[in-house]
């Protein structure tokens, strides 16, 4: 029964140990682990403008192949948009 009562206080002594740690920094999480972002935001910005014009790319090889007329941006957002409007109308969140 002494290991079982020893083992606990153990285990909260080190979650008060971390909690003061936690609570008495003067830094953020992020400093108090060492974290840096991987990229900046204007890199991750960058990278979704990118995606959005390759993705549009595609689509508009595909629409060539099939004989349909190219979209541009524009008209993509509209479509978008519309698709949203109908969605939040059915009133189904995670619905495609």
């Known amino acids: 029964m002494g290991f079982i009562f020893l083992s606990l206080g153990l285990l909260a002594a080190m979650l008060a140990v971390l909690f003061l740690i936690g609570h008495f920094y003067k830094g953020s999480s ?5 974290w840096r972002p991987t990229r900046s935001p204007e890199v991750e910005a960058q990278n979704e403008i990118d995606d959005i014009r390759q993705m549009l790319e595609a689509q508009n090889e595909m629409r060539r192949r099939r004989g349909a007329p190219e979209i541009d941006e524009d008209e993509l957002r509209v479509e978008v948009e519309e698709e949203e409007r109908e969605r939040l109308r059915r009133g189904d969140p995670f619905a495609p």
Request: aromatic share 0%; charged share 40%; glycine share 0%.
């Open 30 to 34: 992020a400093d108090l682990v060492d």
